[in-house]
C-alpha cells in the first residue's frame, strides 16, 4: 500500500518512486516465500501492491478491505517513540477498530 509521498520524496522523483515500489514487492514476495515456508499453502497467501495513492496506509489498507474483505490482515509495525504515536497515530489500532470481524495479526519489526 502507497501512501501518498512527501515532498521531499517527490523532489526525488519519479526514479525514486520506483524503486520505493520495487522494493515493496520484492519485500511483499519474500515475505509470502516466508510463510509459505512454515506451512501456509501457498493459494491462502495474497498479496497485492496498490500504486494508487493514499492519504494514509491505514486509508488504503481500509479501501482494499472494502473492495474484497480477508479474514486476516498482516501488518509490520516499527517502534515509535510516545510522541510519534500521538501524532502520527497508531496504524494497528486504527486497522483493529475499522475491521472488525476479520483478524489482524501485528508483526513488531
Do not use: C, W
Not at 59 to 86: A, C, H, L, T
Amino acid at each position: 500500500m502507497l501512501r501518498k509521498p512527501a515532498a521531499g520524496e517527490k523532489l526525488l522523483g519519479p526514479d525514486y518512486l520506483n524503486q520505493e515500489i520495487d522494493r515493496l514487492s520484492s519485500m511483499l514476495h519474500q515475505t509470502k516465500e516466508k510463510l509459505v515456508q512454515s506451512g501456509i499453502a501457498p493459494t491462502a497467501v495474497e498479496i497485492e501492491l496498490t500504486t494508487q495513492p493514499f492519504t494514509t496506509v491505514t486509508d488504503g489498507i481500509i479501501d482494499q478491505y472494502n473492495k474484497k474483505p480477508y479474514r486476516m490482515v498482516v501488518i509490520g509495525r516499527k517502534k515509535k517513540s510516545k510522541s510519534e504515536e500521538f501524532v502520527l497515530g497508531d496504524v494497528s489500532v486504527k486497522l483493529i477498530r475499522a475491521l472488525e470481524g476479520t483478524a489482524v495479526l501485528v508483526v513488531k519489526s
